[in-house]
């Protein structure tokens, strides 16, 4: 063997090595051997209640109505800290479908489909006076994951992270979870009792009429835990709050040279039609921790994170962990934004190039004030059409700091080095009549260039 073919052959079996290291298949079974699922799975169904059988397509799931108490399979796994389960799930006769039927739990995970609202949910531990009569051990507070068509093959993926409590549920798009739960304790009780799968009935079926689910293609992964890793950062995560349309991060940066498909926006919406800012705002999704983890920049254009945690405390501590391990983070100012947005007692805080006051440090200058450069790569704006403005965040500067942009000598762009990584910040508010910096036919490219940090 030659040196090339030698070398060759060494590369690909690290690579091998490599994704063996990354993921390891624990458990599967496409519910296809009848022989194989006797052994496998335990029945805890008694007879009058739910049945398990195999058609040629997958596990067929019987609905009795045994509310809360109409059984289940179980198959013993080891436990595994860091994973993912992974499933298809469809009805059998769409037709036939309205309770509450198919539940699926891995250790003290536990989520079900709930046939009469067209959903899937997860059910967590509540204290004994909160929990429905029928459940003795495991608890019962649930919420929405997601939709769930009846005439429609789904593809579901649980991910869950013993280390930090947290887990995440995939319907389809395996990009950005449908619902992320963070607190949670992944093992529960089997700690103490082993692992398992369980694939049963809530027992719950409107008048009285059985239906059924059929699940296939079940599979276990252990994932690996090196949350530091990463290979190639790729990706731009766009947080648009409040005033984001305006800003046009997404317009600015797929008009100078950032493919559309690499940019995953996560949009402001209001849960209330009433004109009430406080407690009633929420992003229509939130990325997962592999995908935050990974990307290349995220953007927080006039982004609150509060009140009542609109971003989750541990999505902000993901955010600063990606500055620090090299990612490039940008936030632009509004009025609900940094201090208004209740960053100051966030794991976000401190990864900031500014200190954070009063939800009221807001600047004004007696009249539209034009934006100057302080840095060479900024320099082509003060011979541009000027950007303009008038309110600004008058916050004070952290050391290091670096003043990129002013406005009648208060900064505007503020940036520094964190950890491996960066963080710029830019001030001015998009408020105030007259012609402002959006306004200008360049926003886009400066937008661009402050997102990208060149």
């Known amino acids: 063997m030659n040196k090339k073919a030698?070398?060759?052959?060494?590369?690909?079996?690290?690579?091998?090595?490599?994704?063996?290291?990354?993921?390891?298949v624990i458990f599967t079974d496409d519910f296809q051997n009848k022989d194989t699922f006797a052994k496998r799975w335990r029945n805890v169904s008694m007879p009058g209640k739910s049945t398990y059988t195999l058609d040629g397509k997958g596990l067929v799931v019987s609905v009795h109505h045994n509310p809360f108490n109409d059984g289940y399979i179980e198959c013993d796994i080891p436990l595994i800290k860091k994973g993912m389960l992974e499933f298809d799930m469809e009805f059998t006769d769409p037709a036939n479908t309205s309770g509450i039927g198919l539940f699926v739990d891995i250790y003290n995970i536990s989520s079900?489909?709930?046939?009469?609202?067209?959903?899937?949910?997860?059910?967590?531990?509540?204290?004994?006076?909160?929990?429905?009569?029928?459940?003795?051990?495991?608890?019962?507070?649930?919420q929405k994951i997601a939709n769930v068509a009846a005439k429609s093959k789904s593809h579901y993926r649980i991910v869950f992270d013993a280390y930090k409590d947290r887990v995440e549920f995939f319907k389809d798009d395996m990009n950005d979870p449908s619902a992320i739960v963070g607190n949670i304790s992944v093992f529960g009780h089997d700690f103490y009792r082993g692992g398992k799968i369980r694939i049963g009935s809530m027992g719950y079926s409107s008048k009285g009429r059985p239906f059924s689910y059929r699940v296939m293609n079940l599979k276990?992964?252990?994932?690996?835990?090196?949350?530091?890793?990463?290979?190639?950062?790729?990706?731009?995560?766009?947080?648009?709050?409040?005033t984001f349309d305006e800003l046009q991060i997404f317009e600015a940066l797929t008009a100078n040279?950032?493919?559309?498909?690499?940019?995953?926006?996560?949009t402001m919406e209001s849960t209330s039609s009433a004109m009430i800012i406080a407690n009633r705002l929420i992003y229509n999704k939130m990325p997962g921790e592999n995908r935050l983890k990974n990307a290349e920049i995220i953007v927080l254009a006039d982004a609150p994170a509060g009140p009542k945690n609109i971003i989750p405390d541990f999505i902000?501590?993901?955010?600063?962990?990606?500055?620090?391990?090299?990612g490039r983070l940008v936030v632009f100012g509004g009025f609900f934004t940094l201090e208004k947005g209740?960053?100051?007692?966030?794991?976000?805080?401190?990864?900031?190039?500014?200190?954070?006051?009063?939800?009221?440090?807001?600047?004004?200058?007696?009249?539209?004030?034009?934006?100057?450069?302080?840095?060479?790569?900024?320099?082509?704006?003060?011979?541009?059409?000027?950007?303009?403005?008038?309110?600004?965040?008058?916050?004070?500067?952290?050391?290091?700091?670096?003043?990129?942009?002013?406005?009648?000598?208060?900064?505007?762009?503020?940036?520094?080095?964190?950890?491996?990584?960066?963080?710029?910040?830019?001030?001015?508010?998009?408020a105030g009549y007259g012609k402002l910096f959006t306004d200008n036919p360049q926003w886009l490219k400066l937008a661009a260039q402050i997102c990208k940090g060149n």
């Open 6 to 24: 030698l070398f060759l052959s060494v590369f690909a079996f690290g690579l091998a090595l490599l994704a063996r290291a990354e993921s390891k």
């Open 112 to 142: 079900f489909f709930h046939s009469s609202c067209k959903d899937w949910r997860y059910y967590f531990p509540q204290p004994e006076s909160k929990r429905i009569a029928g459940f003795g051990i495991e608890p019962v507070g649930h």
């Open 220 to 242: 276990l992964t252990e994932l690996k835990d090196d949350e530091n890793s990463v290979a190639k950062r790729q990706g731009v995560l766009i947080f648009q709050g409040m």
């Open 257 to 266: 040279g950032v493919k559309k498909e690499v940019c995953s926006r996560y």
């Open 316 to 326: 902000l501590k993901d955010m600063a962990d990606f500055v620090k391990n090299g």
């Open 342 to 430: 209740e960053y100051q007692r966030t794991p976000l805080a401190e990864v900031l190039p500014v200190e954070l006051a009063t939800p009221y440090a807001t600047g004004k200058f007696a009249k539209l004030t034009k934006i100057n450069s302080r840095a060479k790569e900024y320099d082509w704006i003060n011979s541009a059409a000027p950007f303009n403005v008038r309110y600004f965040h008058d916050l004070k500067l952290k050391k290091n700091a670096v003043v990129k942009m002013t406005a009648g000598g208060k900064p505007m762009l503020v940036e520094w080095q964190c950890g491996k990584g960066s963080v710029a910040v830019f001030l001015g508010k998009k």
